[in-house]
């Protein structure tokens, strides 16, 4: 079975001060990770994703995420938050099912606030 | 990536009434998903929706309560029936990029069963 762990329900970080989410999944198969955001009243937007290719991931908006089989982790940061990063973090496990496609199983999201 | 629409971007809508969401899509995909996120939770996959067959359900979820359809490739809809206030949420459809494994997601539904 797939599924990820968000240890945080909520991260509070003052501007232009590095960010942290965490993430650990659980994985039968060789996983591929996503890390979404969706700030308020808007969609989902794909940050960032892995698979199987270089452990260290760059995504949009300065955002990275390291894959760690060792630790079945893959961690957001960013070097200095912005006002624009408050909204909700969710990481994301796909898996394929017999019947064919791709499966998402979302972590249950980290709320970052950011602080001037 | 695709471009998706949903309409109506909201609702309020009365206990025992039904609302069909509609999905459209910029370009021909093969599987649709339709997710419902409810308050101050995480996303949860209703079903997956492949054109010219039968909606898979999840657990917990089933098809006179949300049927779906799927006429073509790049349309879908959902109906949520019979509603109650505990299906008061965001429902969101998405894409998948068989290559990739991401999807795409438009921007939800927001609806408020009173």
């Known amino acids: 079975a797939q599924s990820v762990t968000q240890l945080d329900s909520h991260v509070s970080v003052s501007e232009g001060t590095p960010v942290l989410l965490r993430c650990n999944y659980s994985s039968s198969y060789s996983p591929s990770l996503f890390w979404y955001v969706q700030h308020p009243n808007k969609g989902l937007q794909l940050l960032l994703k892995y698979t199987s290719a270089a452990t260290l991931v760059k995504g949009i908006n300065g955002f990275e995420a390291e894959f760690k089989k060792s630790e079945t982790s893959f961690h957001l940061t960013k070097p200095s938050a912005h006002m624009s990063d408050a909204a909700e973090y969710f990481c994301?496990?796909?898996?394929?099912?017999?019947?064919?496609?791709?499966?998402?199983?979302f972590g249950t999201g980290t709320q970052l606030k950011v602080e001037l | 990536s695709a471009v998706i629409s949903q309409k109506p971007s909201r609702d309020i809508c009365q206990r025992g009434t039904s609302l069909t969401i509609q999905c459209q899509v910029d370009s021909q995909v093969t599987m649709m998903f339709w997710y419902r996120q409810q308050p101050g939770q995480s996303l949860t996959l209703i079903a997956t929706?492949?054109?010219?067959?039968?909606?898979?359900?999840e657990s917990g979820f089933v098809i006179d309560k949300f049927p779906i359809s799927r006429p073509n490739l790049t349309f879908s809809t959902l109906t949520v029936s019979n509603m109650s206030p505990e299906d008061s949420s965001i429902y969101l459809c998405?894409?998948?990029?068989?290559?990739?494994?991401?999807?795409?997601f438009g921007p939800g539904t927001r609806l408020t069963v009173t």
């Open positions: 929706a492949n054109q010219g067959s039968e909606a898979t359900y």
């Open positions: 998405s894409v998948g990029d068989h290559r990739a494994g991401e999807q795409y």
């Open positions: 994301v496990v796909t898996w394929a099912p017999p019947g064919g496609g791709n499966k998402l199983t």
